[in-house]
């Protein structure tokens, strides 16, 4: 039985509002055995003497990544992808597919889930989980395109939701919708059903259409403040339902461009342990400056740290944003570092159902980042190995 012992100056499990200062940590094969404060029972294997550990990082929203678009499908891009995250602190991230039409997301989701040369038919690669596909149309809102195609939007019917249930089977963890299209609420109950997390976005929707939604079995906002109707004083719209409804659990794009950061500091104080953090990073993110693929259609990436990338008519389209970079943006915005820590990690774990992710207690898989000073990845560890060291 192979065993590591980490000792760290400073340590936020995650599952609790407490730093550990100084901690350590003893992992056994692949899972996290012990968690102790203090001094370690031993010579410690490993010394972190600055930063911070923390749990794994955990994205539920990457569209593409180091110039890749992940609904291609690729097998060698996917691995790619998997194996450079974690140099960004993420250990485990949800491959996003943006709306295209129903045939084209039902082969891609066939592929993926297992078909012949499927990523999903193989063991997990190197580096950073593949937890599942997240569907972000095409049942949205033109009213709310945002960065996808209007022509490719369509109604939720039973036998495209049907389609995709079919194809995704195994693999579809995330559909993304608008709950006020025909037939939305009898498509979020189904999914609901098959054990799909449905996502509320890209979406006019009403604040009373937000609560059908979640009374039918949505459980999550895509991308809160982002390609939905505000919030008025008068209307609440989607942003103020979803941060006053505690069975909504909402992702927010912490970049500082998506959503600026007194809202940001707002949202966290409004729904305290119910918002997550994501990059809904596109194929320009870890890329210089230049132009890339969104969607089947080109985006533009701007010079300038944390630029989000846009199309051409100027509407942002995804992000070139790191995790642990929005983390810091949180930390440094007041959030607060466990806080920050559990936006990264523990909630959206959970709001997936994989509680042996996003902590640091015995049990957990032992997925752990080392940030430095600045919050930037010093080292990341997959199941107990050392996938990134800088």
């Not at 890749?68 to 140099?87: I, K, T, Y």
């Amino acid at each position: 039985m192979a065993e590591l012992l980490i000792a760290a100056e400073r340590i936020v499990p995650a599952a609790a509002p407490e730093v550990i200062c100084p901690g350590y940590v003893l992992i056994r094969d692949t899972e996290i055995a012990v968690v102790g404060e203090g001094p370690p029972p031993r010579p410690a294997d490993i010394r972190l003497d600055t930063g911070v550990l923390v749990p794994g990082l955990v994205d539920l929203q990457v569209n593409g990544y180091f110039g890749a678009e992940l609904d291609a499908v690729r097998l060698d891009e996917w691995r790619m992808v998997a194996g450079r995250l974690p140099q960004t602190g993420t250990t485990a991230f949800m491959p996003t597919f943006i709306t295209a039409p129903v045939p084209r997301l039902s082969a891609a989701l066939r592929q993926a889930a297992g078909e012949p040369g499927g990523p999903a038919a193989r063991s997990r690669p190197p580096g950073a989980r593949i937890l599942g596909v997240h569907l972000e149309g095409p049942f949205i809102s033109p009213l709310r395109a945002g960065a996808h195609n209007p022509e490719w939007m369509t109604e939720p019917s039973p036998e495209a939701i049907g389609e995709l249930l079919g194809a995704g089977d195994g693999i579809l963890k995330i559909v993304t919708l608008a709950p006020e299209l025909p037939g939305a609420l009898e498509a979020v109950a189904r999914l609901a059903a098959a054990g799909i997390l449905v996502s509320i976005g890209h979406t006019d929707a009403r604040a009373s259409q937000v609560v059908a939604a979640a009374g039918a079995g949505a459980r999550m906002v895509t991308h809160l403040f982002n390609a939905q109707r505000p919030l008025h004083h008068r209307e609440p719209g989607v942003p103020g339902q979803a941060l006053a409804d505690p069975r909504l659990t909402s992702g927010l794009i912490a970049d500082l461009h998506h959503v600026a950061q007194p809202v940001c500091v707002i949202a966290f104080a409004a729904a305290p342990d119910r918002v997550f953090l994501v990059t809904d990073a596109a194929a320009c993110a870890g890329m210089p400056p230049g132009r890339y693929m969104l969607g089947g259609a080109p985006i533009e990436l701007p010079a300038g740290d944390g630029v989000p990338p846009v199309r051409a008519d100027g509407t942002l389209a995804g992000s070139a944003l790191r995790m642990d970079a929005a983390l810091a943006n949180m930390v440094r915005a007041g959030v607060g570092l466990p806080r920050a820590v559990a936006a990264a990690t523990r909630i959206p774990a959970d709001l997936i159902g994989r509680p042996q992710l996003g902590r640091i207690l015995p049990g957990a898989e032992a997925d752990l980042t080392w940030l430095g000073e600045d919050l930037r990845t010093r080292a990341t560890w997959v199941a107990g190995e050392l996938v990134y060291h800088h």
